[in-house]
């Protein structure tokens, strides 16, 4: 069997640079609005649906894109402590403007390395389609949850969602799209699939739950 090869450090960073000012810009409406429901057949509200019931008073948001749920969701209290972390400082620029009601910290940071949050803990945890735009796979984008867990409160959430490329419904319009998007380096999986994805969380996580909506994979993890 062939070895995987861990991204580098430039691969990772292409992956992040993608999404520049142009593509925040429309990204709500062409990603979110038209793509999500007509190619990958699930809707920007049940994503959002899955934020209303995660998130908590304290919530660290790992690649925050346009900041669109954030901006939507309800917390559970008026004056949240949010951080969010990002590769690209476009996107920490954005965010953190659409949401400077909450006055949210922000950070750049590798997810695949070492967070270096100090002694901050949080009560959830976000990371809405941050994992299919990261090179490499499963066995390297799991990276992701060892570095985060150390920050998240006993019963805490992560949650988060991901577009597979095995393993799950695609519509018609979804295997075309899936090519152009990894060729383009907008997305980086290939080889990702539902089975990789659990087997992820179950090496990692004694609950957790996994729910597929098209090409559309949707976790839950509490933390114990």
């Known amino acids: 069997m062939k070895q995987a090869v861990s991204p580098s450090a430039e691969q990772v960073?292409?992956?992040?640079?993608?999404?520049?000012?142009?593509?925040?810009?429309?990204?709500?409406?062409?990603?979110l609005g038209i793509v999500c429901p007509l190619v990958w057949h699930c809707s920007r509200a049940r994503m959002l649906e899955q934020y209303d019931r995660h998130v908590g008073n304290r919530h660290l948001d790992l690649g925050p894109g346009s900041g669109f749920y954030l901006d939507r969701c309800t917390f559970p209290t008026d004056r949240p402590e949010l951080t969010l972390v990002d590769l690209n400082d476009e996107v920490l620029?954005?965010?953190?403007?659409?949401?400077?009601?909450?006055?949210?910290?922000?950070?750049?940071?590798?997810?695949?390395?070492?967070?270096?949050?100090?002694?901050?803990?949080?009560?959830?945890?976000?990371?809405?389609?941050?994992l299919h735009c990261?090179?490499?796979?499963?066995?390297?984008?799991?990276?992701?949850?060892?570095?985060?867990?150390?920050?998240v409160t006993k019963g805490g959430r992560i949650f988060g969602s991901t577009v597979l490329s095995h393993g799950v419904e695609h519509g018609r319009l979804a295997p075309a799209k899936l090519t152009i998007l990894n060729a383009t380096k907008v997305m980086s999986n290939r080889?990702?699939?539902?089975?990789?994805?659990?087997?992820?969380?179950?090496?990692?996580?004694?609950?957790?739950?996994?729910?597929?909506?098209?090409?559309?994979?949707?976790?839950?993890?509490?933390?114990?």
Do not use: C
Not at 13 to 28: F, P, Q, T
């Open 13 to 31: 960073k292409a992956g992040s640079a993608v999404y520049g000012r142009g593509v925040l810009a429309i990204y709500d409406v062409w990603v």
């Open 191 to 224: 080889e990702d699939s539902l089975a990789g994805l659990d087997e992820a969380l179950s090496s990692r996580f004694e609950r957790y739950r996994i729910e597929v909506r098209g090409s559309v994979a949707m976790f839950e993890i509490t933390v114990n």
């Open 134 to 151: 990261i090179p490499g796979g499963f066995a390297h984008k799991g990276a992701v949850f060892d570095n985060v867990v150390p920050y």
């Open 93 to 130: 620029r954005k965010t953190a403007g659409r949401l400077r009601r909450y006055r949210p910290a922000t950070l750049r940071r590798d997810v695949l390395q070492p967070l270096n949050l100090g002694d901050a803990r949080f009560d959830s945890v976000g990371m809405n389609f941050l």
